[in-house]
């Protein structure tokens, strides 16, 4: 038995309306008739005659919200409507092979509206959630100084690469979106210098920030710069960036008392530890519980002191008495 | 008149000065598509894409204002400034057109 209907999966970038159009009419010469379409790109078809017919997209969001005026311009010169979709408005209209196909716009400035207004419906807002939670939240959660009582530990470092990913994505699709309206404008005012340098400056401005966000990523995340002071009594790490862990070894006797003090502590994440050589730790702790109280040594022994650190920032000053 | 009007609609673009020019009488955009194709002999026929949206940005703009709705249909008028807009876009075409008649 023959389905009489059929849903297909399918993406089209934000200005790709054009290559939405063609499948549109490819399939109604196959014989399928668009229906409708639903999240997250789902196309639903009914089966039909095959036939030639021309299908276009019109992007007015005016145009939805007075949608009987709007629909009606529409039929008057002879174009159905079909439905909408993520803002988009489906029309089509019966046409024969061969012939010229038909255009709801019949004049570049008419054209590049539309695709201003998409760019200022569906691109705009995606700039502005990148520049106003994405970026900020990724330099937050990297560089180690997130608010909140969860933000400096596992589930800070996690959101860190959450939003690496996301904001490479969102520049993917700014990239992949630039060349789409680059071709488009080319398409329909020509090759100019203007334009050429226009977009340039896009793609300049995208690299920029991806190599900015690379940049800081590994230097929040994975360099490690310090200095080792060692004294009589101890020593002294400055820290400018700790993302490695660094283990002094000392030979310590019963009663003695060794002190971390963390003197600054910037931001990132911090963990000391003092452990008899091949035996579990006598001492634990991070910068929350870590102070002037002295770790009191129960065994003669070979110890070791480490510390170690996650997009750490600050003074730690080790003293053995 | 101000700067941002003088950019937009001057020169105008044919679909927009066709517009006010049958926007000097009530009129639907249907109305005007099909006096245009009367005017150019079915020469220019106005596609309902860019009619919708010329007619809105011009509402917005205040280029023309609208009268009423029949049939599901808005009528609009040109209102002052769209008056002065026309009146420019008019002696440019008409200067163009004289010179044109010189050089030939």
Not at chain 1, 145 to 153: D, H, M, T
């Given at each position: 038995m023959m389905e009489n209907s059929k849903t297909v999966w399918k993406r089209f970038s934000i200005p790709q309306y054009r290559q939405e159009e063609d499948y549109l009419s490819e399939m109604n010469e196959k014989g399928w008739r668009f229906t409708h379409a639903t999240f997250p790109g789902l196309y639903h078809f009914e089966k039909c005659e095959p036939g030639q017919v021309t299908y276009r997209l019109d992007y007015n969001q005016e145009g939805i919200r007075n949608k009987d005026e709007y629909v009606r311009m529409f039929s008057d010169c002879g174009w159905e409507y079909v439905c909408d979709f993520m803002g988009y408005s489906y029309f089509r209209k019966p046409g024969t092979a061969g012939e010229e196909r038909e255009e709801i716009f019949c004049d570049d400035a008419s054209r590049l509206d539309m695709m201003r207004r998409v760019f200022r419906g569906k691109i705009y807002p995606l700039i502005i959630l990148f520049a106003a939670v994405i970026l900020p939240q990724l330099l937050a959660n990297t560089a180690g100084?997130?608010?909140?009582?969860?933000?400096?530990?596992i589930a800070g470092d996690i959101l860190s690469f959450v939003f690496l990913g996301l904001a490479i994505v969102y520049l993917l699709i700014f990239s992949t979106t630039a060349v789409h309206f680059y071709r488009f404008e080319k398409e329909v005012s020509g090759d100019s210098m203007g334009t050429r340098l226009k977009y340039a400056g896009v793609f300049a401005l995208i690299v920029a920030l991806l190599a900015g966000i690379g940049v800081f990523f590994w230097a929040s995340s994975f360099r490690s710069a310090y200095t080792l002071t060692e004294n009589d009594t101890g020593y002294v790490m400055e820290i400018e960036k700790l993302n490695t862990s660094v283990v002094k070894e000392y030979d310590l006797k019963k009663g003695d008392l060794v002190r971390i003090h963390i003197v600054e502590f910037e931001r990132g994440h911090l963990y000391l530890s003092i452990t008899?050589?091949?035996?579990?730790?006598v001492f634990f702790g991070d910068f929350?519980?870590?102070?002037?109280h002295p770790v009191e040594i129960q065994n003669d022994g070979h110890y070791l002191i480490e510390i170690s650190g996650k997009r750490a920032t600050g003074i730690v000053e080790v003293t053995i008495e | 008149m101000d700067a941002h009007i003088k950019k937009v609609y001057?020169?105008?673009t044919e679909s927009g000065f066709y517009i006010l020019l049958c926007l000097r009488k009530p009129n639907h955009g249907y109305g005007i598509v099909q006096m245009v194709k009367e005017m150019t002999d079915g020469d220019i026929v106005l596609a309902p894409g860019t009619m919708y949206g010329s007619l809105s940005k011009m509402e917005k703009d205040g280029l023309i204002g609208f009268v009423r709705e029949e049939d599901k249909r808005k009528i609009y008028l040109i209102t002052g400034l769209g008056k002065e807009v026309l009146d420019l876009e008019m002696k440019r075409i008409e200067r163009l057109y004289k010179n044109m008649k010189e050089m030939r």
């Open positions: 100084n997130s608010v909140g009582i969860y933000g400096r530990g008899e050589s091949g035996k579990e730790p929350y519980n870590f102070g002037y | 001057v020169p105008m």
